[in-house]
């Protein structure tokens, strides 16, 4: 075989490696684009301002999925009530995402300009129920039999406290809430209203139903009534105007609307709003 035919056969050869190279690194793309990472987070951190409803969703399933998703990327959460949240950003707190239990906390950020208003969503739904221990004999049945307890009732605060805003709502909706405000234990946040009632020292409770489906020590007697609230429980989330790491908090923001994201807050009890 001459020089001729040997180098157009080693040109042919390799044109075709190459050929097959680009379309399996092209098929392995599209077959991994979910997983793919953007090495231009690495080192970046994500600051997470999230209500004490979202704690268990976060640190359970989807901070360790997003971080072995972007494996480079870090997120930092703090957890509070939205209404401390609130203060604490409007004083300065590093944050990259906020995610409220109520619009009423994102909607003071926003009107202070401190939220990038075109990554807000309405992206959660919530119930708020009523609870006692999980071994109580107490005879309640609905909101309106807490006329009749005894002991003390713990709700959040309504000044600060989301869950404690829409008991509240709730309450004086129903024409009860001056009939038992003085039962009430006032918790900083729903988780510790929540664990005011799995420990006991309250005879019952209102809290989401997140928080209750969270707790084993805990029953749920009954849902608010459908028209004791002027509005759905909404969770709002957006990213903070001078975000640090926007790139980063985008990805975030991005990886939260992912369907196996909505699936981990859904297990949890959450509804996706639509």
Do not use: R
């Not at 109520?102 to 926003?110: D, T, V």
């Not at 405000?181 to 009632?197: H, I, P, R, Y």
């Not at 309250?202 to 002027?230: F, H, Q, R």
């Amino acid at each position: 075989m001459d020089s001729k035919k040997i180098l157009m056969i080693a040109v042919v050869a390799l044109i075709a490696i190459v050929a097959v190279s680009s379309c399996s690194a092209g098929f392995l793309d599209f077959l991994g684009g979910d997983n793919a990472t953007d090495d231009s987070l690495n080192g970046k951190e994500v600051n997470l301002a999230a209500a004490a409803s979202l704690k268990n969703v976060y640190d359970d399933e989807l901070i360790p999925m997003f971080e072995a998703k972007y494996p480079g990327v870090k997120v930092t959460p703090t957890y509070a009530s939205s209404g401390d949240l609130q203060t604490q950003i409007e004083n300065g707190l590093e944050t990259d995402v906020f995610m409220s239990a109520s619009n009423k906390q994102m909607n003071a950020l926003a009107d202070e300009g401190l939220i990038d208003n075109d990554t807000n969503l309405q992206f959660l739904e919530n119930k708020v129920v009523l609870i006692v221990p999980k071994d109580s004999d107490l005879n309640i049945t609905s909101f309106d039999d807490l006329k009749d307890v005894k002991g003390t009732i713990a709700i959040g605060d309504p000044e600060s406290v989301p869950a404690g805003q829409y008991a509240k709502e709730a309450l004086t909706n129903l024409g009860i809430w001056d009939a038992v405000e003085s039962k009430f234990s006032l918790g900083t946040d729903v988780t510790a209203v929540l664990n005011q009632v799995a420990q006991g020292s309250a005879e019952c409770g209102i809290v989401y139903a997140t928080d209750a489906k969270s707790n084993d020590d805990v029953k749920v007697v009954c849902e608010a009534p459908e028209n004791s609230l002027n509005t759905s429980v909404i969770y709002p989330v957006a990213m903070i105007k001078d975000a640090k790491d926007a790139d980063a908090a985008k990805a975030f923001l991005e990886f939260l609307q992912t369907q196996e994201a909505k699936d981990k807050f859904v297990e949890y009890g959450f509804t996706i709003h639509e």
